[in-house]
């Protein structure tokens, strides 16, 4: 039940995602794409083995995904490493620092995740 969870739950963040960049609230966007992402993966790690690290940094939730499903996604981390760490930064920022986003960062946040899921449907199989 508790991956079935984490799936749904990050399908509504990706939904709200979209709907913040139609507002143009591209802190937002990067805020649910982050979610998005940190729960897909949590997922992911949980349908192979039962649990999931309990951590909300995508570095180690990348690391440990590798760890499960192998060099596809140390190539994926590598690609994007550098998006990746600005939608990770959007986590704390959202809370905490006065740190803003554009809409090019959005655009291209939201076109990872697209990406991100393609790709994750492709290791769950």
Do not use: W
């Amino acid at each position: 039940m508790g991956g079935v969870f984490l799936k749904e739950r990050a399908k509504e963040f990706c939904e709200e995602a979209k709907e913040a960049y139609k507002r143009k609230r591209y802190n937002l966007v990067l805020f649910f794409v982050e979610q998005t992402l940190q729960l897909y993966i949590k997922y992911l790690i949980f349908k192979k083995i039962d649990d999931y690290p309990k951590t909300h940094s995508l570095e180690v939730l990348f690391s440990e995904l590798e760890k499960v499903y192998g060099a596809k996604v140390k190539k994926f981390t590598e690609k994007y490493g550098n998006l990746l760490k600005l939608i990770e930064l959007s986590y704390i920022g959202a809370r905490y620092l006065p740190v803003s986003f554009s809409e090019e960062n959005a655009k291209e946040s939201l076109n990872l995740v697209k990406v991100f899921l393609k790709f994750a449907d492709e290791i769950e199989k």
